[in-house]
C-alpha cells in the first residue's frame, strides 16, 4: 500500500443494543478516519450482531452481501402484539396464551417456513410515496404494506417458556428461535404473524443477527475493538470470499480495467477477476460468448492500489 493511501475492505461490527445502523456508520467514519462508509443490511435498534459495513472501494461490494441470506437467533413473545411488532413499540392487544399448545406452536412455525409472502412491519423503512414507513405511522397515518416474497430456509424452536414477572401473571409465553432466511426478510413480522396464527398475538422481545452470507459471528468485533484495531478484511480478501473467483491474464485485466468485454468464463457470475498480482480487477457477469464487467475497481492501468 502506497505512503498515506486509505485502505478499503469490510469490517464486521457486532453492532450494541440501542444503536441504528446509521449510528454505527457514523462511528466507523470516526475510527476509518474517511467519509466513505457504508452498511449491508439495517438492523433495528433493538437488534444486535452482525453488521457488514464498508470502508472506500468496498462500499462498492455492499449491494451484493445485502442480497445474501441472514441467520438470526430471537424471542418471540406469544400473547401481546405491539405497535411495532417489537418491544419497542406500545402494547396494543393482550391475550391469554396459555393454552397454546407445543404441537400448535410447531405447525405454526413449519407454516411459516419455505416460500412465503410476508407482509413487512408498518413501522419499516420502506418508503411509500417517497416516505419511511415509520414515519407516516409516526405521524399517526396507517399504513398497510404489500406482501412480498420471502423465503425461511430455517424456522428452528429451541425453548419455550412462561413468562412471569412483574408485568406477567404467568399468561404469555417466550419461544427461542433460530431463524435462517432471505434477503428482505422481517423476523418481527415472523412473530408477528405466527401470533396472529395462533390467536393470541405476538411480537419480538430479542434479537440478534449471527450471520450474513459468509460473514459470521465470530467474524465479528464490538467498536470498541474496532476503535483500536480496526481489524479490516481487506476488498481482495473480501471479494474471494463472497464471489467466486475467476484469475485474469495480464492481458484481461488491462482490457478489463479499461471497461472492455473479455471472453465468457465457466461461472456465469458474478465473479471477482483478479489480476496476475491477486488484485481484484472487476466483477464480471456472461453475456453470450463476453464476460462484462458489472463494477471495475482498477485503474486504467490494469492495477489498482
Known amino acids: 500500500m502506497n505512503s498515506g493511501e ?25 475510527i476509518a478516519g474517511t467519509r466513505k462508509v457504508g452498511h449491508a443490511g439495517t438492523l433495528d435498534p433493538m437488534a444486535t450482531g452482525v453488521l457488514v459495513v464498508g470502508i472506500n472501494r468496498a462500499t462498492r ?9 441472514k441467520t438470526y437467533t430471537a424471542t ?46 408498518s413501522v419499516s423503512a420502506i418508503k411509500v410515496k417517497g416516505q419511511r414507513a415509520y414515519t407516516r405511522v409516526r405521524s399517526g397515518e396507517d399504513v398497510v404494506l404489500a406482501a412480498r416474497p420471502v423465503t425461511i430456509h430455517r424456522f428452528e424452536l429451541h425453548d419455550i417458556r412462561t413468562v412471569t414477572g412483574t408485568n406477567a401473571d404467568g399468561t404469555l409465553l417466550d419461544l427461542d428461535v433460530t431463524v435462517e432466511c432471505s434477503s428482505g426478510t422481517y423476523i418481527r413480522a415472523l412473530a408477528r404473524d405466527l401470533g396472529g396464527a395462533l390467536g393470541v ?15 459470521s459471528l ?13 481489524r479490516l478484511l481487506p476488498i481482495n480478501d473480501a ?46 457477469k456472461n453475456s453470450a460468448d463476453r464476460a462484462r ?12 492500489s
Open 293 to 304: 464487467p458489472l463494477l471495475v475497481f482498477a485503474p486504467g492501468n490494469g492495477t489498482a
Open 61 to 69: 461490494l455492499l449491494t451484493f452481501v445485502v442480497g445474501t441470506s
Open 76 to 121: 418471540i413473545r406469544l400473547g401481546q402484539s405491539t405497535v411495532t411488532d417489537d418491544a419497542e413499540g406500545d402494547v396494543v392487544t393482550t391475550t391469554s396464551a396459555v393454552d397454546v399448545t407445543p404441537a400448535a406452536i410447531r405447525a405454526g412455525i413449519a407454516a411459516l417456513t419455505g416460500d412465503i409472502e410476508q407482509v413487512p412491519s
Open 6 to 30: 486509505v485502505h478499503s475492505g469490510l469490517i464486521i461490527v457486532d453492532k450494541p443494543q440501542g444503536w441504528t445502523s446509521h449510528d454505527v456508520v457514523s462511528k466507523m467514519r470516526r
Open 201 to 215: 398475538g405476538g411480537h419480538l422481545t430479542a434479537l440478534r443477527r449471527t450471520q450474513v452470507g459468509p460473514y
Open 218 to 230: 465470530d467474524q465479528a468485533s464490538t467498536l470498541e475493538e474496532l476503535a483500536t484495531d480496526l
Open 239 to 284: 471479494a474471494r470470499v463472497l464471489f467466486t473467483p475467476r484469475e485474469l491474464s495480464a492481458g484481461e485485466a488491462i482490457d478489463l480495467s479499461h471497461g472492455r468485454f473479455i471472453p465468457a468464463g465457466d461461472d456465469g457470475g458474478p465473479v471477482a477477476a483478479f489480476a496476475p498480482d491477486g488484485t481484484l480487477v472487476a466483477l464480471l
